[in-house]
């Protein structure tokens, strides 16, 4: 599987930003996926993800809640962080994954989000 993510910029704070994140290859085994984003100095975490795919549910961090959409294309084989009311505390790289039912987890080359006040 081979994830290639687009949409960053640089946005004023209030604004919206919609990251894409294109999946090519083989995703029949993907049973999860969603968006992990790193600022400077800091650590990964977690933003956003869908588990059991099948059914589609969704989990977010609480700094999120209400300003974030995840959402997929399986048509498109395509997944989307839609960012309404972007913060400066949301600037960091924004990294999309897939993880298989083998736990392994592949991972998107990372887009920069950057938002000014």
């Known amino acids: 599987v081979q994830l290639v993510e687009s949409g960053g910029g640089l946005v004023q704070a209030g604004t919206s930003l919609r990251l894409s994140c294109a999946a090519s290859?083989?995703?029949?085994?993907?049973?999860?996926m969603g968006w992990y984003r790193q600022a400077p100095g800091k650590q990964r975490d977690l933003v956003a993800r869908?588990?059991?795919?099948?059914?589609?549910?969704?989990n977010y961090a609480d700094s999120v809640k209400g300003r974030f959409t995840i959402s997929r294309s399986n048509v498109k084989n395509t997944m989307y962080l839609q960012m309404d009311s972007l913060k400066r505390e949301d600037t960091a790289i924004y990294y999309c994954?897939?993880?298989?039912?083998?736990?392994?987890?592949?991972w998107g080359q990372g887009t920069q989000v950057t938002v000014s006040s």
């Open positions: 994954f897939m993880r298989d039912n083998k736990e392994y987890t592949y």
């Open positions: 290859g083989s995703t029949f085994s993907v049973n999860a």
């Open positions: 869908i588990v059991n795919t099948g059914g589609g549910s969704t």
